[in-house]
């Protein structure tokens, strides 16, 4: 079993379906990630007109500092986050490997939303740090996220001579 998830032979299984690599799944973690943060940096700001700093917050809230906190986002999206999908979600979920990365991206926004930002001190659903405007510039940035997690994870390999 181990051996169809690290080995691009066996990608696809008997139905034609495409099975995720793990180290497809954290290159797509890492893609995500960068693009997620991109977003928070330069997009957000001009949807809701604040900063989002989830480096910052992460750093505040274990005490170590906006360097710990950006390599704990990192960590947690190229990796913690990338085999969350390869292991469960990418098996459970309807649909392509964009359209599973895209119902990925919505869960992991959900639990950010209810469990993440009020342990960061932003709220349920962000209510501490500007409410609907913060919660759809993530929504947006988890989706782009799930997108780029599950088109790369779950593209087919490449054919071998």
């Known amino acids: 079993m181990l051996s169809s998830w690290s080995n691009p032979k066996n990608n696809e299984n008997k139905e034609g379906d495409v099975n995720p690599n793990i180290g497809r799944a954290i290159v797509g973690g890492l893609v995500g990630t960068i693009l997620l943060t991109a977003m928070m940096r330069f997009v957000a700001p001009m949807m809701t007109g604040q900063?989002?700093?989830v480096a910052g917050k992460l750093g505040e809230m274990t005490g170590m500092g906006p360097i710990a906190g950006m390599l704990m986002h990192f960590l947690i999206g190229s990796v913690v986050?990338?085999?969350?999908y390869a292991f469960l979600f990418f098996r459970f979920l309807p649909g392509a490997p964009w359209q599973k990365g895209l119902l990925?991206?919505?869960?992991?926004?959900?639990?950010l939303e209810i469990v993440a930002m009020p342990m960061m001190g932003g709220g349920f659903f962000s209510s501490h740090m500007g409410g609907m405007k913060i919660v759809v510039a993530a929504?947006?940035?988890h989706l782009v996220y799930g997108a780029a997690l599950g088109g790369i994870a779950g593209s087919p390999?490449?054919?071998q001579a």
């Open 157 to 159: 390999a490449p054919k």
């Open 51 to 53: 900063k989002m700093d």
């Open 139 to 141: 929504l947006i940035a």
């Open 81 to 84: 986050f990338a085999l969350i």
């Open 104 to 111: 990925s991206g919505v869960i992991f926004w959900l639990g």
